[in-house]
Each structure stands twice: as structure tokens, then as C-alpha cells.
DNA sequence: GGAATAACCTGGATGC
DNA sequence: TGCATCCAGGTTATTC
């Protein structure tokens, strides 16, 4: 599932490829991956038309890509990606068969690369494609990685910085953590809170401090959330650094390549399996219409004090 | 206003 | 073999 580092590695993978490319046409082939986008699809594709992608970036799971301004002086605009649970970005060359779940394609043509295509293809159909106004960051810093322009799609403005953001506020964070009465994982998926964690991700971050997901976020000691926060960083940094966690076709780069990280989870996915740590079996439990994957042993809510 | 829950969606896995 | 059911989970609207 595209969480914090599988995003990343799809923007950085389409930065070379798709910055200063001009948008040559667009084909939306389904309006389910439209639903972010204000109008319709044939709006769409008109006001993409004949547009400069200028650059990528990235805030937790949101992509966008900035795009020249308009001949009518509108303000600036962004083709503004989310992948949901199973959409991907590819790249292709120009003409290439249509893809399995294939929804939208944007033909573009680099002055370097010469024509692509930007394929949007997305199984569960929960990702979504949008031409999203660009607004200035409360805190005038870079609206997200990827981009040192202080602005950020509006439809992405109420997501919390995530923490490999040079401009995350440690303290807001700790802040915010202090005052929710809600057990941390519910806590750490929430994407006002801190964004890019999932499910996967915040339950490798919680086995690695020790920390029980149902622990509720205020009785964490400053102690248990620094380490708990350290531990975020760790797993989506090493994620990264392994192209992302795949089990299946869900997720891959934009030459539809699988990431590594699967075989570096610890907690996620391996009930009934022993603990990497204590040897001890691993459980899975059932957790907010989700399930959570941890060591009854050696996370154990009384320890976080 | 904060917190919890359901719904959206598709295809692979599983059970009968 | 074929059909029905369950499960995965990010986001958001709805409900409490």
C-alpha cells in the first residue's frame, strides 16, 4: 500500500522524467479517478492541455506536480495526485499498450526525453487525480519535499508535515500527541497529526519503540513518544532507502518495479510468527477496520511510564 | 469539538 | 469447477 516512502520513490521517479515536460493530451478513461477533481473529466483534460509541468513534490501521501501558469492569469495550479491504496504513476513510451486498471494517461513531451506518458493505473480505484489550486503554507515554508515553493494544494493544506520533512515541527508534534485521549496508532494514522504513516508503517514504528498500539497518546511519557517519533523516522527512512514495501502488484516505482522493504518488516504481516526481538508469538488483532500486527510481550501498554 | 465508525472499491484467497 | 464470502486499507462523511 503507497504510504510515505512509496511516494516518494514515485515522485523522485518521475522528477527527471515529467519536470518541463509540455502536456501534449490527456485521456481520462474513468471518471472514478477523477473524484478529487472539481469538474468534470473533459475539464480535465482541457485545462491540462498545453500546460508545462515546472516540478514534483510531495507532503505524507499527496503528490502534485506544478504546472505553468495560464494564459487567463488564474492563480497557480497543480495536477494533484493521490494513490490511494493501489494506484500507480508510470512511465511509458508513447503508444504503448494500455495498462491493467489503466484510468487517466498524460502524454507529455520532454525538451531532453523527448514524448512519454504519465499512466495513472489504480485497481481499487480509491486514488484520484485532480487540478488543484496551489496556496500559500501557513508557516511560508516549502509546501512539501520535493519543491522549495511556499505552496501547497489545497486539498492537501489540512495535512500535518510528515517526518522526514526538513520543516516538521518536533514540538508541535509531541503537542498535539499529548492532547488526543486516542490509542497512539489511531493517533499516528491520522494524517492531521503527522502524515505519510499507514497501517504498515505505524506498526513497524510501534513494535521498534516498544510502544502498544492501543496505548492512549497522552499517557505516553515524553521519554516513550521521542523514541516512539525516532522510530518513525528510522522505519520510513529505511523503507525508502529499499524502495518501499511490496507484497503483491499494489505498488511499484514508475517502471512498475516492486520495493524490497517486505522483507525487513518486523511486526506487520507476521502474526503467529515469533518476534524478531524476544522470540515470543506475534499477534494480529483487529483495530479501528483495520488490524494491528504486534509482541504482546514486550509491547505491553503498562510500560510506557 | 473530539472521537469512533461506516462506506467507498476490486481482486485474490479461502471455504463449501 | 464454480460460487459466495472475507479481507486488505486511505480518506472522508456521518454519527455519537
Keep these: ?28 478513461h474513468d471518471v472514478r479517478a477523477l473524484t478529487r477533481h472539481p469538474g468534470t473529466a473533459a475539464d480535465f483534460e482541457a485545462r491540462l492541455g498545453g500546460r508545462t509541468i515546472v516540478g514534483t513534490a510531495r507532503r505524507g501521501k499527496f503528490l502534485w506536480m506544478p504546472l505553468s501558469d495560464t494564459a487567463s492569469g488564474a492563480g497557480p495550479e497543480c495536477i494533484m495526485v493521490h494513490l490511494g491504496m493501489s494506484g ?25 526525453h523527448g514524448e512519454l506518458a504519465i499512466v495513472f493505473a489504480d485497481q481499487r ?3 484520484s487525480l485532480a487540478i488543484d489550486a496551489l496556496i500559500p503554507t501557513l508557516d511560508r515554508q516549502p509546501g512539501g519535499y520535493g519543491d ?44 492531521t497529526v503527522v502524515s505519510g504513516i499507514g497501517n504498515i508503517y505505524a506498526d513497524e514504528a510501534l513494535w521498534a519503540a516498544r510502544v502498544h498500539p492501543e496505548t492512549p497518546a ?20 529505511k523503507a525508502l532507502a529499499e524502495g518501499g514495501t511490496s507484497f503483491d502488484a499494489q505498488y511499484v516505482n514508475v517502471n512498475g518495479e516492486a520495493g524490497y522493504f517486505a522483507h525487513s ?24 477496520n483495520r488490524s494491528s500486527h504486534y509482541c504482546p510481550f514486550c509491547q505491553r501498554a503498562s510500560r510506557q511510564r
Design 88 to 112: 500507480q504513476m508510470l512511465l511509458r513510451a508513447p503508444g504503448a499498450p494500455a495498462e491493467r486498471h489503466e484510468r487517466v494517461r498524460i502524454s507529455i513531451e520532454h525538451p531532453d
Design 148 to 191: 522549495a515553493t511556499p505552496l501547497v494544494p489545497q486539498q492537501a493544506a489540512h495535512i500535518a508535515r510528515d517526518p522526514l520533512d526538513p520543516a516538521f515541527d518536533d514540538a508541535l508534534f509531541r503537542r498535539r500527541v499529548a492532547g488526543k485521549g486516542s490509542a497512539i496508532k489511531r493517533v499516528l494514522l491520522d494524517q
Design 218 to 237: 497522552r499517557d505516553l511519557s515524553s521519554r516513550a513518544l521521542n523514541r516512539l517519533l525516532a522510530e518513525v523516522r528510522a522505519v520510513l527512512a
Design 265 to 288: 518488516l518486523n511486526a506487520y504481516g507476521r502474526h503467529g510468527e515469533p518476534c524478531p526481538r524476544c522470540g515470543r508469538m506475534l499477534i494480529r488483532v483487529s483495530f479501528a
Design 1 to 28: 500500500m503507497p504510504e510515505l516512502p512509496e511516494v516518494e520513490v514515485v515522485r523522485a521517479g518521475l522528477a527527471p522524467a515529467v519536470t518541463g515536460a509540455r502536456v501534449l493530451g490527456v485521456e481520462a
Design 125 to 127: 480505484t480509491f486514488g
